[in-house]
């Protein structure tokens, strides 16, 4: 059974920065797409980045410049690193992975608190 396990939430004052994680167990051939989304209290889940196999990216408007995604096809292994966190970036994380024969995988979460 493949999971994706997300690790490097918590608490950070504005303008401070985070790196989440997300690493695959179980056996899989690989991902042509993995990512992050994030979902507010009372909102509905969004796309923050993602990084296809061959490396291409793509962001929300409201991170842009702020987030970068990176991954490790080798591993099925995918990053991000937050900088400058804004109050409103406060959600719960959620890796996504796009499994080469189509199937989707989500991760459990992290909660990120952006908060003085």
């Known amino acids: 059974q493949v999971q994706l396990m997300e690790s490097g939430g918590g608490l950070v004052q504005p303008g401070g920065s985070l790196r989440l994680s997300c690493a695959t167990s179980?056996?899989?051939?690989?991902?042509?797409?993995m990512g992050w989304y994030r979902q507010a209290r009372e909102k509905q889940r969004e796309l923050v980045a993602r990084i296809t196999r061959g490396g291409s990216t793509t962001y929300a408007d409201s991170v842009k410049g702020r987030f970068t995604i990176s991954n490790d096809n080798a591993k099925s292994t995918v990053w991000r690193q937050m900088n400058s966190l804004k109050p409103e970036d406060t959600a719960v994380y959620y890796c996504?992975?796009?499994?080469?024969?189509?199937?989707?995988?989500w991760g459990q979460g992290t909660q990120v608190t952006v908060s003085s």
């Open positions: 179980g056996s899989i051939i690989g991902f042509n797409v």
């Open positions: 996504y992975g796009l499994g080469v024969t189509g199937s989707d995988y």
